[in-house]
Antibody, heavy 116, light 108 residues
Framework: EVQLVESGGGLVQPGGSLRLSCAAS????????MNWVRQAPGKGLEWVSY????????YYADSVKGRFTISRDNAKNSLYLQMNSLRAEDTAVYYC?????????WGQGTLVTVSS | DIQMTQSPSSLSASVGDRVTITCQASQDISNYLNWYQQKPGKAPKLLIYDASNLETGVPSRFSGSGSGTDFTFTISSLQPEDIATYYCQQYDNLPMYTFGQGTKLEIK
């Protein structure tokens, strides 16, 4: 069974940093493209970032470009999102999601709250 | 960028009703469209992929249709457990995904 377990969320002040992790199990992690998708409280879904199976290709949404960094460690079956210069509008539940073609399988999410 | 316009934003229906949600793409996306169900406090779950294909294990009362720019998601007979928010998602310009605004479905 595919399992994706996010961690690392919490309360951070504006301008601060946070690193999210996603532990994968139940599949060959190194063979799959991965993404981060977020959902602000009471709002819809917003794609944040993509990383290829090898980690060689990366994309970001314009809203986080230059502030967030996606990475992965295939030896540890783990996906990461380093978030810097956080803003109030980054407050959201962050999901890691495995991609198969255009379809996504999601973890349970971790809440990031940016507030003073 | 491809924009997805989903309607209605909310919908109230009775158990047993036929429910229809539409999603319109800002440009031709062929059949590169999925539908997800999200229950409160939970992650989204894939129901329909490639516009009309039912994901394994999903009840047959759920269906999808359409291609190009206009897509439809249907629940043939609404059940109480179908209360959720439903999202369409395009993947014509991978690896960037775009979602519709969501349709919140409630029981009347």
């Amino acid at each position: 069974e595919v399992q994706l377990v996010e961690s690392g969320g919490g309360l951070v002040q504006p301008g601060g940093s946070l690193r999210l992790s996603c532990a994968a199990s139940g599949f060959t992690f190194s063979s799959y493209e991965m993404n981060w998708v977020r959902q602000a409280p009471g709002k819809g879904l917003e794609w944040v970032s993509y990383i290829s199976s090898s980690g060689s290709t990366i994309y970001y949404a314009d809203s986080v470009k230059g502030r967030f960094t996606i990475s992965r460690d295939n030896a540890k079956n783990s996906l990461y999102l380093q978030m810097n210069s956080l803003r109030a509008e980054d407050t959201a539940v962050y999901y890691c999601a495995r991609a198969v073609g255009g379809s996504l399988t999601w973890g349970q999410g971790t809440l990031v709250t940016v507030s003073s | 960028d491809i924009q997805m316009t989903q309607s209605p934003s909310s919908l109230s229906a009775s158990v047993g009703d036929r429910v229809t949600i539409t999603c319109q793409a800002s440009q031709d996306i062929s059949n590169y469209l999925n539908w997800y169900q999200q229950k409160p406090g939970k992650a989204p779950k894939l129901l329909i992929y490639d516009a009309s294909n039912l994901e394994t294990g999903v009840p047959s009362r759920f269906s999808g249709s359409g291609s190009g720019t206009d897509f439809t998601f249907t629940i043939s007979s609404l059940q109480p457990e179908d209360i959720a928010t439903y999202y369409c998602q395009q993947y014509d310009n991978l690896p960037m995904y775009t979602f519709g605004q969501g349709t919140k479905l409630e029981i009347k």
